[in-house]
C-alpha cells in the first residue's frame, strides 16, 4: 500500500488520517464519479473514452490509495459503500472547485466566459427540477454563462453556497419567511408537500385523507435523512408535537418508492411511506378522481389533512456574486413564480433593486 507524507514530514499510512495519499490524482477522483453516476464500469468507460481494463486497474488504486473498498462490484452493476458515498460526495466537490478556478482564471486572462456553478440535491421533485434546470439552462445561454451541474444534498442553510464551494442552488427552505443566512440571496418559488400512502384496510384509505394524529402513531416509512435533512428534521417535529415518542423508519430502497411500497405492502402491521416533497400545496386531485399512481397491492395514495406537512423550495446564491450571474438568477426564478407558485418573496432584484412580495395573479 502506498505511503503518504504526514504533515510532520514522515512517512504514514492511507489510514492515519488528516491526509491525502500520495499519488492521488485528479483523474483518479473523476473515473470515481464517472463509474458512480453510470452504474456501471463499461459504460464509464464509453463516456470517458478509456479502455474498460485501465478504469478498472484505477480504480482499484484509488481503493488502495484510501485504504478501503469504495464499490461493491455485482452483476448488475455497482453500488457505493459507506466510505464510497462520502468520497462521491467531497469527490464532486474538489472537481468543482478545480474547474471553477480553471474558468476564473481563463476569465482574468480574457479566455473564458462567465461560470455559473449551480446545486441540485436529489431529493427534489423532479418536474420542479427540470423545470429549474431548463430555465436557467436558457438564461445562461442568452448571457453567455457557461453552467456546472453539482448533485448534493443541501441543508436548510445552502452551505455548499454560503462556503462558496458553489455560486447557488435549488433547495428547500427551513423557513416560510426565507429565513437564510447573510450574505445569501433568495427568492421562494412555492410550497409543496408529500404523498402518503397507506394499507388499502386504513380507514382513512377511503377517503385518502388522514389526520395527522392518525399518521402519528403509524409506522412511518421515510428518510434516510441525509437524503434531506431539512425536511426529515422539520416534518418529524410536526409528527412529535402530535406524538412525543414518534420516529421515522428508513426507506429499504431509497431510489424506487414501487419497491419501498411493495415491502410495506406485505408488512405484517400497518405502515403508511412518506414521500418527500412532491406537489405544490392544494395542487392534487380530488378523493373522487382516480388515482393514476395506485402502488402494488393497492397501496392508496393520500394526503394529510390541513397540509401540516409542508416544504418552501427556493433558488438562493451568493450575494457577492457578479450582477450578471445573480441576473440570470432572478431571471430564471421569476419566470418560474409566473409560470405556476401563487406568492413570490423577493429579497431584492440585483439590477434594479426590486424587492417584496409579489403576487403572480
Keep these: 500500500m502506498s505511503a503518504i507524507t504526514t504533515k510532520d514530514g514522515s512517512e504514514g499510512s492511507p489510514s492515519s488520517g488528516g491526509v491525502t495519499p500520495r499519488g492521488l490524482e485528479l483523474r483518479h477522483l ?3 464519479v464517472a ?3 453510470a452504474g456501471t464500469f463499461t459504460h464509464a468507460a464509453e463516456q470517458m473514452f478509456i479502455a474498460q481494463p485501465t478504469l478498472s486497474q484505477q480504480i482499484r488504486r484509488l481503493e488502495e490509495m484510501v485504504g478501503t473498498p469504495l464499490l461493491q462490484r455485482r452483476r448488475e452493476g455497482v453500488q457505493l459503500t459507506k466510505a464510497g458515498s462520502v468520497l462521491l460526495e467531497e469527490s464532486r466537490t474538489v472537481l468543482s472547485l478545480v474547474d471553477h478556478g480553471v474558468s476564473r482564471t481563463r476569465q482574468a486572462a480574457g479566455l473564458g466566459r462567465p461560470y455559473l456553478r449551480f446545486v441540485v440535491p436529489p431529493s427534489l421533485p423532479e418536474d420542479l427540477a427540470m423545470d429549474v434546470a431548463s430555465r436557467l439552462r436558457a438564461a445562461a445561454k442568452a448571457a453567455e454563462v457557461d453552467m456546472g451541474w453539482i448533485e448534493t444534498t443541501l441543508d436548510g442553510e445552502f452551505s455548499p453556497v454560503l462556503q462558496r464551494r ?4 435549488l433547495g428547500w427552505l427551513t423557513a416560510k ?3 437564510v443566512p447573510a450574505p445569501l440571496e433568495v427568492m421562494s418559488l412555492g ?8 394499507p ?3 380507514p382513512a384509505a377511503p377517503g385518502r385523507v388522514i389526520g395527522l394524529g392518525e399518521l402519528a402513531v403509524m409506522d412511518v416509512v421515510y428518510g434516510p ?14 409528527l412529535r408535537a402530535v406524538n412525543p415518542r414518534f420516529e421515522f423508519t428508513d426507506a429499504p430502497f431509497q431510489r424506487s418508492l414501487p419497491m419501498t411500497l411493495a415491502l410495506a405492502a406485505t408488512a405484517g402491521r400497518p405502515i403508511a411511506v412518506l414521500t418527500g416533497p412532491h406537489r405544490r400545496v392544494g395542487d392534487r386531485p380530488g378523493p373522487a378522481e382516480p388515482d393514476l399512481a395506485a402502488g402494488p397491492a393497492d397501496m392508496v395514495r393520500a394526503r394529510v389533512d390541513g397540509s401540516p406537512l409542508v416544504a418552501a423550495a427556493g433558488l438562493a446564491w451568493h450575494g457577492d456574486l457578479p450582477r450578471l450571474l445573480q441576473q440570470v438568477l432572478f431571471d430564471t426564478a421569476d419566470s418560474i413564480v409566473f409560470q405556476g407558485a401563487d406568492v413570490l418573496t423577493v429579497r ?4 434594479t433593486g426590486r424587492g417584496g412580495f409579489r403576487d403572480p395573479g
Design 166 to 169: 458553489a455560486d447557488a442552488g
Design 30 to 32: 473523476r473515473y470515481f
Design 200 to 202: 388499502p384496510a386504513h
Design 225 to 238: 435523512r441525509r437524503l434531506s435533512p431539512v425536511t426529515y428534521d422539520a416534518w418529524l417535529a410536526v
Design 348 to 351: 431584492r432584484d440585483p439590477v
Design 177 to 179: 419567511d426565507e429565513d
Design 191 to 198: 410550497e409543496f408537500e408529500p404523498d402518503v400512502w397507506l
Design 35 to 37: 463509474v458512480a453516476d
